[in-house]
């Protein structure tokens, strides 16, 4: 046995070309020659370069939803923040209202109104996206104002 008939279609440079993404009018012409031709999903697309896979998961889709059901659709999770307008709209007023404040000071407010939450990171997505920008700051200790005490099964603020 020689070496040669050893070396892979890449190391020869007669690599295939990479497969191509289909468009919705081709998955639809597929299945219909598919329909036609009578072949097993295997023999069928061991002769158009697709998987048996592809092929019944373009059928399930095409009997569900027609031929809409083979247009390409968008991955992973939509862009965009994900906040309501109103606590978007409540964190862009409280930022102008009080430029000093960091995210979680914003969240804490937030929290205080009813159906307004935001992470801290997505108050620094939203920031960010309307052209702010982060800075680290060293900040020191507060004084407490009011020191809370535990005495039985109620709570006493001395101070």
């Known amino acids: 046995m020689s070496d040669e008939r050893d070396h892979t279609a890449a190391e020869r440079g007669s690599a295939e070309p990479p497969p191509r993404s289909l468009t919705p009018q081709d998955r639809l012409l597929l299945l219909d020659m598919w329909q036609r031709s009578g072949l097993a999903a295997r023999e069928f697309g061991a002769l158009v370069g697709?998987?048996?896979?592809?092929?019944?998961?373009?059928?399930?889709?095409?009997?569900?939803?027609?031929?809409?059901?083979?247009?390409?659709?968008?991955?992973?999770?939509?862009?965009?923040?994900?906040?309501?307008?109103?606590?978007?709209?409540?964190?862009?007023?409280?930022?102008?209202?009080?430029?000093?404040?960091?995210?979680?000071?914003?969240?804490?407010?937030?929290?205080?109104?009813?159906?307004?939450?935001?992470?801290?990171?997505?108050?620094?997505?939203?920031?960010?996206?309307?052209?702010?920008?982060?800075?680290?700051?060293?900040?020191s200790p507060h004084e407490p104002e009011h020191i809370l005490t535990v005495h039985g099964a109620g709570y006493k603020f001395v101070g």
Request: with cysteine.
């Open 50 to 139: 697709v998987s048996r896979e592809s092929l019944f998961i373009w059928k399930k889709k095409f009997d569900r939803s027609g031929p809409a059901g083979l247009e390409d659709r968008p991955r992973g999770a939509p862009t965009g923040s994900r906040l309501s307008e109103a606590t978007q709209r409540a964190i862009m007023m409280l930022k102008e209202a009080h430029p000093e404040w960091g995210c979680e000071r914003i969240r804490d407010v937030l929290l205080r109104g009813e159906g307004y939450a935001a992470s801290p990171g997505a108050i620094a997505h939203l920031l960010r996206e309307h052209g702010y920008e982060s800075e680290d700051v060293e900040t």
